[in-house]
């Protein structure tokens, strides 16, 4: 077996040091992106609640009477 070279032990120490904090940074940074993406996802959804079904004139919400429908459209015969 060959004698174990101090540097490059060392060496290999730093790379794994290197390793180590090039990991730390890479799940900071997914943790970043998936708390951007909870919080998008929830905005989109609170979005989606909260919108309105149909829009209501402001004449049809100062009238007492009930709103009637759209009109369909007209048959076009082939």
């Known amino acids: 077996m060959p004698p ?3 540097r ?3 060496r290999l ?3 794994v040091r290197a390793l180590h904090q090039q990991v730390n940074v890479l799940i900071s940074e ?3 992106l998936s708390a951007q993406a909870e919080a ?3 905005a989109a959804r609170n979005a989606a609640h ?3 079904a149909m829009p209501v004139s402001d004449a049809a919400l100062r ?3 009930p709103v009637a429908p759209p ?3 007209p048959v076009v015969a082939p």
């Open 13 to 15: 120490e730093e790379a």
């Open 71 to 73: 009109p369909p459209p």
């Open 4 to 6: 174990i070279d101090p």
């Open 8 to 10: 490059r032990v060392a």
């Open 30 to 32: 997914v943790r970043t």
């Open 63 to 65: 009238s007492d009477e």
């Open 40 to 42: 998008e996802a929830s």
């Open 50 to 52: 909260s919108a309105p």
